[in-house]
């Protein structure tokens, strides 16, 4: 059963605007919250996280909201670059002192167009 | 830097045969996963390995087995390759402790099964 639920397989974004990602969890247990970007023919690399405790985590250009109630996060992307063209995987994790695998969403592919 | 390298970026192989993915990590990361990453799939945990000689099954062990000899190296063994284990195969690692809790991803590497 999939914990971790990216319900849109594809975005299409204008450069220069804002690109968001959704994403959405059934497991109260998840405490820290990863999103990871893959381009392809790589591996993911790591891109920001958040953990329970707070709401937004913010880095350069990117973004993360978390909604524990709604059990819901987002990642937004301000200004959306070529470059960013991506499947965005969001993940989570029972316990951030824990060295259990992540849970991985089905990922996001973005297409940033110029 | 951490550094998560694959034995092979691409690999083709014939059905039936027994396949060996190697993965090694040389940051002395104790937890170490092997993954499946299949379009529309998302990324799927086949094993995961804590520590030394041990292992635990992911959401799809099924076919696969690992071995972890040593902390820094960890194989996934096709024993008998089948069609439907063409993938993209994803090494990671990750360290055991509350500030570290992403995980870090190797190259990856696209079998073919013929």
């Known amino acids: 059963d999939q914990q971790v639920k990216q319900n849109s397989p594809s975005l299409s974004v204008q450069e220069g605007r804002i690109s968001i990602l959704n994403c959405d969890y059934t497991?109260?247990?998840?405490?820290?919250f990863l999103w990871y970007k893959k381009y392809p023919a790589e591996g993911p690399t790591f891109l920001i996280s958040?953990?329970?405790?707070?709401d937004k985590n913010e880095d350069g250009r990117f973004t993360v909201f978390l909604n524990k109630s709604a059990k819901h996060l987002s990642l937004h992307i301000v200004p959306s670059q070529p470059g960013d063209s991506a499947v965005y995987f969001c993940a989570a994790s029972p316990d951030s002192n824990s060295g259990y695998a992540l849970n991985f969403g089905k990922g996001t592919s973005l297409l940033v167009t110029p | 830097d951490v550094k998560v390298t694959q034995s092979s970026r691409y690999l083709v192989k014939r059905t039936g045969e027994k396949v060996f993915l190697e993965c090694v990590q040389d940051m002395d990361h104790e937890n170490m996963f092997w993954y499946r990453q299949d379009p529309g799939l998302g990324l799927r945990l086949i094993y995961f390995s804590y520590d030394v000689k041990m292992k635990e099954k992911g959401d799809i062990p099924e076919g696969y087995s690992v071995s972890r000899e040593k902390k820094e190296r960890f194989s996934l063994i096709l024993e008998s390759a089948s069609t439907n284990q063409t993938s993209m195969y994803l090494c990671?690692?990750?360290?055991?402790?509350?500030?570290?809790?992403?995980?870090?991803f190797g190259p990856g590497t696209r079998l073919t099964v013929l």
């Open positions: 990671a690692s990750r360290p055991t402790g509350r500030v570290y809790n992403e995980q870090f």
């Open positions: 497991n109260s247990m998840f405490d820290y």
């Open positions: 958040i953990s329970s405790i707070k």
